[in-house]
């Protein structure tokens, strides 16, 4: 099973921008074949989807509340993925989490249940 580590949050005023990292590790595959999405859980709130990516690049998601706002690319060279978190709002504020997902073909629903590896998470502060 993948190991995923997340890095990149921290505090941030309105308006500012944040790129998160997510890493994976200890899979015999390579992360091309895996479907990554972010997950966003705000205090007291379920986890939901922000963006999702799948393993040939070809089908991105973004939620609504994200679209315009936010990137997310991948660098499987670098077992690398990117979530570039430009115009951040208040509501943004939360812990995000990277999931992984074996999927050399098609496309997963960006929704936590579809997902079966994941990371601890990390920070995000939204906050002048």
């Known amino acids: 099973q993948v190991q995923l580590v997340e890095s990149g949050g921290g505090l941030v005023q309105p308006g500012g921008s944040l790129t998160l990292s997510c890493t994976a590790s200890?899979?015999?595959?390579?992360?091309?074949?895996?479907?990554i999405g972010w997950f966003h859980q705000a205090p007291e709130k379920e986890r939901e989807g922000v963006s999702c990516i799948d393993s040939r690049e070809s089908s991105l998601f973004y939620s609504d509340s994200v679209k315009g706002r936010f990137t997310i690319s991948r660098d499987n060279a670098k077992n690398t993925v990117y979530l570039q978190m430009n115009n951040l709002k208040p509501e943004d504020t939360g812990v995000y989490f990277c999931a992984a997902e074996w999927t050399p073909v098609g496309v997963r629903p960006c929704v936590p249940g579809h997902f079966g590896s994941w990371g601890q998470g990390t920070q995000v502060t939204v906050s002048s």
């Open positions: 200890g899979s015999t595959l390579g992360l091309d074949v895996y479907e």
